[in-house]
């Protein structure tokens, strides 16, 4: 599926800065408020941005490595902690609900029937991946699936008046696909990419960077063709995801990135699309390992830093209030002119 993603228009720039520069305030002075209330203008293409009806979508997938040792959690956990989404019992129905946000929770690829749950939003792949320490993850047409999979779920969500999407995940064995695709991407050796993930520690944790080294020297990939990549490596709801946010940037909504396995398939995306970088807010840095290199990799700093590991979207919600602080700002804080208060001498 191909995007038709265009750069952000820099037309309005100078009169966006000026009604931020011109508020009540030194210039600068709200530091990262003030760069989310710029982009989400430029994205908006005006002075007066405002946030529509936004949605946090968590994908989630299963994955054949789970089973060869790189997880301190049995792949079952996935199939429970999506119940656990549809039932409201997760960090991230708390803080989706607390700050009122849409919460879609989408089966990419669980090895688990649902049934006909009306709370899931049902986009089965596959049964879960194969083991890529033995044979590629997916095939070029489950790929392919689960790219348009992803790009007809944000099409829907736009339909309903979305304009801010945040993408969360779940499935055990993810952030080994990930520490994959990041070593890949950003050109670095895999044991500064592999972190504990479920909780893997010490020894385990020697044993699962083993076992990925072991993945990686197992197939002759084109790293450049990332395809190939995410069908060697990825997870149905990575790809998806992929899809989704790319189809999210050529709809021109604002894109709230959550962490480490988030990040990956937006190192994917951008890698792809390196214009999708207009059009996303980095929540957080999380306290996997190696979130913070591909941050830096993709020259952009998270609005949070607390130490999560969490997975879900849970950084996009937390992150939101101050994307609605940032648009506060912009809507209803008083410039100097209005307030009759004197501006600084040129």
Known sequence: MNFAIQPVSSKLAPAIRKKIDTKTKPVGSLGQLENI????????????????????????????????????????????????????????????NQHHIKLQVVDAGVKFDFGN???????????????????????????????????????????????LIGFGEMGIGNTSAASIIMSLVCNLPLKKCVGKGTGMEGSLLSGKIKILEQALSHHEIDTNNIKEVLTTFGGFEMVMMYGAMLQAAELKMAIVVDGFIATAAFLAAHKQHPEIIDFAIFSHCSDE???????????????????????????????YPLIQSALKMMSDMASFESAGISDKED
């Open 289 to 319: 390992r190696g979130h913070k290199a591909m941050l830096d990799f993709l020259k952009v700093s998270p609005l949070l830093n607390l130490g999560l590991r969490l997975g879900e979207g849970a950084g996009c919600a937390l992150c």
């Open 117 to 163: 749950s009306p709370l899931l939003t049902h986009a089965k792949i596959g049964w879960g991946t194969k083991s890529f320490l033995h044979e590629p993850a997916m095939t070029v047409d489950e790929y392919e699936q689960a790219v348009l999979k992803g790009a007809e779920i944000v099409k829907k969500v736009h339909q309903k008046n979305c304009n």
């Open 37 to 96: 209330a710029l982009k989400i203008s430029l994205i908006q293409e005006t002075t007066e941005p405002k946030i529509d009806n936004p949605h946090i979508i968590v994908f989630a997938g299963d994955h054949g490595i789970a089973n060869e040792g790189v997880s301190a959690f049995p792949q079952e956990v996935t199939y429970q902690m999506v119940y656990n989404f549809i039932n409201g019992g997760a960090a991230i129905n708390v803080f989706s």
